[in-house]
């Protein structure tokens, strides 16, 4: 039996609302994934993977499934607010910790005002005298209200959400299942697992990495290891369990909306600019009501639910990386009543703002850029996560757990750094200087005398046995 590291031990105090069960973790995890999210890309999967859409996402799930393991490795260990910014630094280096956080910033930051965006470009088209930039500001205001009520008021409205998102996907499921019986389907059966006519390898992991983003969510949840009640072991099999069933959800429903595909030839040759691929489909399907519902839906669950968990887990890194000073103080203060890192709340909401509102005066909205920035960012960070393990377990522990601790992340590393050489060259670019900007801050303060240093760093730390 081992003993279950406290916070205390590491040398912080617990000063976040221990109130989330491991309920409130699966559902915040399978809503900041989204269980309808291919609804919104599904046009460009289609037409990256040559019509295998569900092929795409069960690939994309088996790579992301290591990267859960590992995530779930270092929770084990490190049992605190953070993610990949606090695995990095404790499992590494703290200076690591420092570059992995600064990346995965890419992604925590950027991620809300793209859902922002997209979310806002779609209420537009339903209710035009509200424009996109006033869409995003009430999406906004209210995702900020509910996060600095508390988290408690974040898991209940989760709940909700993530509740009406199922019923809609159930009701496109059904609907599309008569549908197929009656004799609608465009293609064989299996054509979205496999189809000769279009497969290579390089195609299919093409769309993988555009898939991928839908996946981007399910390590929310380490973020709020300092506001759960179940232990770190629990809290990493919740990762594990959301990543599943959101797959299993995103293979469903792409799977039945390729059979449903009604112009093949013009998706695959023209793609989807519009973004308005399922929708049609849901229209073909069931008619005008049902590409309406999804429609709607999909901007509902990006602009308020996704954004909202995603609104609460940035602060979380804004808070954990400012606690050990390594972003300004004022970001590590908690309200006292509604026990919520404040400042890192209204400063995600700021950056969220300005971002969302200058992408709207874009030709096109800059929604593929971030789209990819978001991905990159997040991808890098996993790559130091996968490093973490190994370093932390194999070559400081002598783990001889060699699957879980040595072989499952070489190998999500290896799939992951694959999708990272096939983005997109602006993606890559950006995201690189972004990188290289961190190595400068971090030089920089080490010139000034403020070397990254975590809590606890030094001596020895109780942690669960490696040994298992």
């Given at each position: 039996?081992?003993?279950?590291?406290?916070?205390?031990?590491?040398?912080?105090?617990?000063?976040?609302?221990?109130?989330?069960?491991?309920?409130?973790?699966?559902?915040?995890?399978?809503?900041?994934?989204?269980?309808?999210?291919?609804?919104?890309?599904?046009?460009?999967?289609?037409?990256?993977?040559?019509?295998?859409?569900?092929?795409?996402?069960?690939?994309?799930?088996?790579?992301?499934?290591?990267?859960?393991?590992?995530?779930?490795?270092?929770?084990?260990?490190?049992?605190?607010?953070?993610?990949?910014?606090?695995?990095?630094?404790?499992?590494?280096?703290?200076?690591?910790?420092?570059?992995?956080?600064?990346?995965?910033?890419?992604?925590?930051?950027?991620?809300?005002?793209?859902?922002?965006?997209?979310?806002?470009?779609?209420?537009?088209?339903?209710?035009?005298?509200?424009?996109?930039?006033?869409?995003?500001?009430?999406?906004?205001?209210?995702?900020?209200?509910?996060?600095?009520?508390?988290?408690?008021?974040?898991?209940?409205?989760?709940?909700?959400?993530?509740?009406?998102?199922?019923?809609?996907?159930?009701?496109?499921?059904?609907?599309?299942?008569?549908?197929?019986?009656?004799?609608?389907?465009?293609?064989?059966?299996?054509?979205?697992?496999?189809?000769?006519?279009?497969?290579?390898?390089?195609?299919?992991?093409?769309?993988?990495?555009?898939?991928?983003?839908?996946?981007?969510?399910?390590?929310?949840?380490?973020?709020?290891?300092?506001?759960?009640?179940?232990?770190?072991?629990?809290?990493?099999?919740?990762?594990?369990?959301?990543?599943?069933?959101?797959?299993?959800?995103?293979?469903?429903?792409?799977?039945?909306?390729?059979?449903?595909?009604?112009?093949?030839?013009?998706?695959?040759?023209?793609?989807?600019?519009?973004?308005?691929?399922?929708?049609?489909?849901?229209?073909?399907?069931?008619?005008?009501?049902?590409?309406?519902?999804?429609?709607?839906?999909?901007?509902?669950?990006?602009?308020?639910?996704?954004?909202?968990?995603?609104?609460?887990?940035?602060?979380?890194l804004l808070y954990a990386m400012a606690r050990d000073r390594q972003l300004p103080?004022?970001?590590?203060?908690?309200?006292?009543?509604?026990?919520?890192?404040?400042?890192?709340?209204?400063?995600?909401?700021?950056?969220?703002?300005?971002?969302?509102?200058?992408?709207?005066?874009?030709?096109?909205?800059?929604?593929?850029?971030?789209?990819?920035?978001?991905?990159?960012?997040?991808?890098?960070?996993?790559?130091?996560?996968?490093?973490?393990?190994?370093?932390?377990?194999?070559?400081?522990?002598?783990?001889?757990?060699?699957?879980?601790?040595?072989?499952?992340?070489?190998?999500?590393?290896?799939?992951?750094?694959?999708?990272?050489?096939?983005?997109?060259?602006?993606?890559?670019?950006?995201?690189?200087?972004?990188?290289?900007?961190?190595?400068?801050?971090?030089?920089?303060?080490?010139?000034?005398?403020?070397?990254?240093?975590?809590?606890?760093?030094?001596?020895?730390?109780?942690?669960?046995?490696?040994?298992?």
């Amino acid at each position: 039996m081992t003993t279950e590291p406290s916070l205390e031990q590491f040398g912080y105090q617990q000063e976040l609302r221990r109130s989330l069960t491991f309920t409130d973790l699966l559902v915040y995890g399978l809503i900041f994934m989204v269980p309808i999210a291919p609804f919104g890309i599904f046009g460009s999967v289609y037409q990256g993977s040559g019509g295998m859409v569900a092929l795409t996402y069960a690939i994309g799930m088996v790579a992301m499934a290591f990267t859960a393991s590992s995530y779930a490795q270092m929770a084990r260990a490190f049992p605190m607010a953070g993610s990949v910014y606090t695995y990095a630094g404790r499992g590494i280096a703290a200076p690591a910790g420092f570059l992995s956080g600064w990346a995965i910033m890419l992604d925590y930051v950027l991620v809300p005002a793209l859902l922002y965006l997209i979310a806002s470009a779609a209420m537009a088209s339903f209710v035009p005298f509200i424009p996109i930039w006033g869409w995003l500001i009430v999406f906004v205001l209210l995702n900020t209200v509910v996060n600095y009520t508390g988290i408690q008021m974040t898991a209940r409205v989760t709940k909700i959400m993530l509740v009406a998102e199922l019923i809609v996907l159930a009701i496109f499921l059904i609907v599309g299942a008569v549908a197929l019986l009656s004799g609608k389907a465009q293609v064989g059966a299996l054509s979205p697992l496999f189809d000769s006519s279009t497969f290579s390898w390089p195609l299919v992991f093409g769309a993988v990495s555009i898939a991928v983003l839908s996946f981007l969510g399910f390590d929310g949840i380490s973020t709020l290891a300092e506001e759960s009640q179940v232990d770190s072991r629990r809290l990493g099999k919740s990762m594990i369990a959301a990543l599943g069933l959101a797959g299993a959800l995103f293979i469903a429903q792409t799977w039945v909306a390729a059979l449903l595909t009604p112009d093949r030839g013009r998706l695959l040759s023209q793609g989807d600019p519009a973004g308005t691929a399922f929708y049609d489909v849901a229209e073909f399907a069931g008619g005008r009501w049902l590409g309406i519902l999804t429609a709607v839906a999909t901007a509902i669950a990006w602009g308020f639910a996704n954004s909202l968990v995603a609104q609460a887990a940035t602060s979380r890194l804004l808070y954990a990386m400012a606690r050990d000073r390594q972003l300004p103080s004022f970001l590590a203060k908690v309200d006292p009543r509604h026990r919520v890192p404040v400042n890192a709340t209204l400063l995600t909401a700021a950056i969220s703002l300005v971002v969302g509102l200058y992408l709207t005066t874009r030709p096109d909205n800059g929604i593929p850029l971030i789209s990819g920035l978001v991905n990159f960012g997040a991808l890098v960070a996993f790559l130091a996560l996968h490093v973490s393990v190994v370093v932390h377990y194999v070559v400081r522990r002598r783990s001889h757990d060699l699957w879980r601790h040595l072989f499952a992340p070489i190998i999500g590393f290896v799939i992951l750094g694959y999708v990272v050489i096939n983005a997109s060259f602006e993606a890559k670019t950006l995201g690189l200087s972004w990188i290289a900007l961190g190595v400068v801050l971090l030089a920089v303060s080490y010139a000034m005398g403020r070397r990254p240093r975590l809590s606890g760093m030094h001596g020895d730390m109780p942690e669960p046995s490696a040994k298992k």
